[in-house]
Structures are given as C-alpha cells and as structure tokens.
C-alpha cells in the first residue's frame, strides 16, 4: 500500500504544465487575460448573459473555473460581457441546463457533455472516454485532428455554441463498502453519467444521473452506494469522505475530459467578432489554468484525503481488465447504432495510434527508469 501511495502522489505531481493552449483556434499564455484590448470601447453595446454551472462555485476546481470565466469576460471587454450568475439549480433543473440554453431560456453555461447523452453519445466522448486518452493527445486531437470540427457540428445541431473552457483529469470511485470483483457492480445505486455508466450498466449497475450538488445528499439518504464523478479536489469539497470509506484509482471511467462554455446559438451569432474572440482568449487562459492548478489541488486533497482515514485503493487488475473489455463491447454496439459516434471514434483512434510511436520515444517507463 505505501508503494501505491507514493507511485499515486507521484503521478498526481507529474502533471502536464503547458506554456500555451490552443482550444478551438484561440492560443494565449498560461496566466493571462488580454485584459485592454477593447478598451475606447465602452460606448458600443454591452451584452449581459443570464448563466449558471453545473458545478456550485464551492468546489475549488470546476466552480472555480465558473468565477474565472466571469471576472475574466468582464474584465478582458471592459464589461461590455457580463454574466448575471444563478447556481445550480436556482433558475432551472441543474440537469435541465442543455435544453435551457438551446432554448434560449439560459443565455450560457458551464457544463459537461458527460450528461448530455440522452441527446446524443457523442456528447459523452468529449466529456470523458474510458480508458482514453491524456489530456495531451486529447487536446491535440481536438486542435490538429478533427476533433473541434465535430464538437462545432454537434453542439451547433442542437442550437448551441460551445468553446472548450475547462478540463478535467482523472477520476476516481467512491463506494461505501469495499470493491473487489465486477460483480461487485450487480445492483450498486451508482452516480455516474457518460460512457462510464454505460460500461458500469454491462455489470448490473444502477446508474444514477444526479448534478454534483446533490451528490453528498444522496450518500446520507442512501439513494446512492458509490460515484464516479469528478475528481479529488472537488470530491473531498463535495464531503464523500464522511459518507464513504473507499477511493479507487486509476481512474478507467476517464483520463482526461472538457468543461464546455455552452452559448445559446443566436446569442453568440449576435456577438461581434471582437467580442467572439475575447470569450475564447478567456477560455484558452481557463483552460491552461484548470490544468496547473488542478494537478496542485488534487495532490493536496488526495493527503488530506488520505489523513482524514479514507482508503484509497487500486482497481483490482482483474477488475480493470474486465472493465476494458466491457468498454470495447460498448463502443462497438454504439459504433453500430449511431454513424456519428462510428466517426467520431475512429478519428480519434486513427489519431492515438498514429502517434503511438512518439508516445513511446518520449516517456520513460518503469523498465527503464534510474534505480539510484
């Protein structure tokens, strides 16, 4: 267990510092704004949105991204964008937020296409993939290998204008008794949302969709066994630790994952081109700013964590084995069913598998890692 521990803190500091990030098209330095662009400007029309998250501004990972995006829009227009703030929950069902936004109901919001599978599979891929990949081929492929012109299709198909503004890393599971074997899933009252649950689901699981804020209730009330939702930061801020005594990594429900910025369609369209360009510079800087600073709090969650007597245990191997083969008999039912998630899928495999080869060269494994 000590071996485990150490080798998981490791992996938690071995993050990835990116100097830029490009998502969409937008590049901009890690820490900055473009704050003044548009100053001289305070005379033309300001825009203020009605918006709400997902996420409770509580959780210091995913809700602090939420007040990121809105000081940085007000601040980088010179207030011509504000965004009037509702919590999860306080003006439309949390869950509820998709359809409010493509209806013009809610103006933006900040979400994760992991909940958005009813309106298609697809959604689910860009909000987190079992066993996928990193968040730097992710990003790549998003950037260089066709990944933003399918995110645009799809999200544009349903009214709806997204700019990647976040992401996520991996995800650990929650269980109130001990996880050893798969069967261990038969019948389990599990939160969880995306193409997890459905790998979860082949073992009889009961998935649960629930909006993170609820989360913590329904451990109390024991609506809910185990979660598989975030990560440790805004876990440990969520208080899973009071209501459950095991944590399981590595995270094979996800490895990396984006937070979207939703626009409603015509609201973004009625933007001007300035204006569309600060919304995705504050985004980029979102982005590069969720990733350095996530690596440091989920490090520093994961001791308190630990110090607080949570068990944080390994997948069993057998366990993550059949979990694979489970993902695959998953991805390919979906590939058969819906020609979008076929394509979607294959791109993306197509561009993992030709830069395997780098991958290799550059990382050092344990076989060849210094001994002193």
């Known amino acids: 267990m000590r071996g485990f521990i150490a080798g998981l803190l490791l992996g938690l500091i071995a993050g990835v510092m990116l100097a830029m990030i490009d998502i969409g098209g937008r590049s901009i330095p890690h820490g900055t704004t473009g704050n003044g662009i548009l100053r001289g400007a305070k005379s033309a029309p300001?825009?203020?949105?009605?918006?709400?998250?997902?996420?409770?501004?509580?959780?210091?990972?995913?809700?602090?991204?939420?007040?990121?995006?809105?000081?940085?829009?007000?601040?980088?227009?010179?207030?011509?964008?504000?965004?009037?703030?509702?919590?999860?929950?306080?003006?439309?069902?949390?869950?509820?937020t998709f359809d409010a936004v493509a209806s013009g109901?809610?103006?933006?919001?900040?979400?994760?296409?992991?909940?958005?599978?009813?309106?298609?599979?697809?959604?689910e891929m860009?909000?987190?993939?079992?066993?996928?990949?990193?968040?730097?081929?992710?990003?790549?492929?998003?950037?260089?290998?066709?990944?933003?012109?399918?995110y645009n299709e799809?999200?544009?198909?349903?009214?709806?204008?997204?700019?990647?503004?976040?992401?996520?890393?991996?995800?650990g599971g929650w269980f109130t008794n001990e996880i050893k074997k798969v069967e261990d899933f038969k019948d389990l009252k599990l939160a969880v949302v995306g193409l997890p649950a459905r790998v979860a689901e082949v073992f009889g699981a009961k998935p649960i969709t629930m909006a993170p804020s609820d989360l913590s209730g329904a451990f109390r009330s024991h609506q809910i066994s185990g979660a598989i939702v975030i990560s440790p930061a805004d876990d440990k801020s969520l208080n899973f630790y009071r209501q459950t005594a095991y944590y399981y990594f590595p995270g094979w429900s996800r490895q990396s994952g984006f937070l979207d910025l939703m626009i409603n369609l015509d609201k973004w369209k009625a933007l001007e081109p300035q204006l569309k360009e600060r919304v995705e510079t504050v985004c980029a800087a979102n982005v590069a700013a969720s990733l350095s600073e996530g690596e440091s709090l989920h490090f520093d969650a994961l001791k308190d964590l630990i110090l607080e007597g949570v068990k944080v245990q390994r997948w069993p191997a057998v366990m993550i084995a059949d979990l694979h083969t489970a993902w695959v008999h998953?991805?390919?039912?979906?590939?058969?069913?819906?020609?979008?998630?076929?394509?979607?899928?294959?791109?993306?495999?197509?561009?993992r598998d030709d830069r395997s080869i780098w991958r290799d060269l550059r990382s050092v494994d344990g076989d060849h890692a210094p001994t002193r």
């Open 105 to 123: 109901v809610l103006d933006a919001a900040f979400t994760s296409a992991s909940y958005w599978g009813e309106k298609s599979p697809v959604f």
């Open 154 to 171: 799809l999200y544009h198909s349903f009214n709806i204008h997204a700019v990647v503004c976040g992401v996520n890393g991996s995800t």
């Open 46 to 96: 300001t825009v203020q949105w009605r918006f709400t998250s997902l996420f409770p501004q509580f959780m210091p990972h995913a809700g602090a991204r939420v007040q990121s995006i809105v000081r940085s829009l007000n601040n980088s227009t010179d207030g011509r964008v504000t965004l009037k703030v509702f919590e999860p929950g306080q003006l439309v069902d949390a869950l509820d």
């Open 330 to 351: 998953v991805s390919n039912t979906l590939s058969r069913s819906n020609p979008l998630f076929r394509e979607v899928t294959g791109s993306l495999k197509r561009f």
């Open 126 to 150: 860009f909000g987190g993939i079992p066993f996928g990949p990193d968040i730097n081929t992710l990003i790549a492929w998003f950037n260089t290998g066709g990944g933003h012109r399918f």
